[in-house]
């Protein structure tokens, strides 16, 4: 005798594993985390904070108004320490999905990249977060920074 109630919970519980296994481990900060910072960033100039055990770190955004699927060139001065850097921009209050996107060295302690955020098609006015984390050899360090976007 089948139990379809049975089943339905079961493609259920496998659905759910498919859906938010994968996104609760991306969210998951990397085990070798050596320190984090938050930090807001009003967009209309480079944001700055200080990472204890690093040192200094510059963020900016153009355009600094994030328009939605639109070129965002983004620009991180890290000390000489980081060796590698990503960049991925999480909705504030709403789950847009994680894209973590490697930032490019153009010379010492400089990286870049062009990425786009997504459209939200319930809130036009979508709060962005951009989590930064800077790669060294003894681990990772790892900064969110609240943007505030011109208007």
Same mark, same amino acid.
């Given at each position: *005798?089948?139990?379809?109630?049975?089943?339905? +919970?079961?493609?259920?519980? #496998?659905?759910?594993? +498919?859906?938010?296994?994968?996104?609760?481990?991306?969210?998951?900060? &990397? %085990? /070798?985390?050596?320190?984090? $910072?938050?930090?807001?960033?009003?967009?209309?100039? &480079?944001?700055?904070?200080? #990472?204890?055990?690093?040192?200094?770190?510059?963020?900016? +955004?153009?355009?600094?108004?994030?328009?939605?699927?639109?070129?965002?060139?983004? @620009?991180?001065?890290?000390? %000489? %320490?980081?060796?590698? $850097?990503?960049?991925?921009? +999480?909705?504030? /209050?709403?789950?847009?999905?994680?894209?973590?996107?490697?930032?490019? &060295?153009?010379?010492?302690?400089?990286?870049?990249?062009?990425?786009?955020?997504?459209?939200?098609?319930?809130?036009? %006015? *979508?709060?962005?977060?951009?989590?930064?984390?800077?790669?060294?050899? $003894?681990?990772?360090?790892?900064?969110?920074? @609240?943007? /505030?976007?011109?208007?």
């Amino acid at each position: *005798m089948r139990h379809p109630g049975i089943q339905v +919970i079961c493609l259920g519980l #496998l659905m759910l594993g +498919i859906v938010v296994l994968p996104t609760w481990l991306q969210r998951q900060p &990397p %085990a /070798e985390l050596l320190g984090s $910072a938050t930090s807001d960033c009003a967009l209309g100039a &480079p944001c700055h904070t200080e #990472l204890p055990g690093l040192g200094a770190v510059q963020l900016s +955004i153009q355009p600094p108004t994030l328009p939605h699927d639109q070129p965002l060139e983004v @620009s991180v001065q890290a000390p %000489a %320490a980081v060796r590698e $850097a990503s960049v991925q921009f +999480i909705g504030k /209050e709403m789950y847009m999905g994680l894209q973590p996107v490697p930032l490019i &060295p153009d010379d010492t302690n400089h990286y870049r990249t062009s990425t786009r955020i997504s459209y939200c098609t319930v809130d036009s %006015a *979508m709060r962005w977060q951009a989590e930064v984390r800077l790669h060294t050899n $003894a681990g990772v360090y790892q900064i969110t920074f @609240s943007l /505030e976007p011109t208007t």
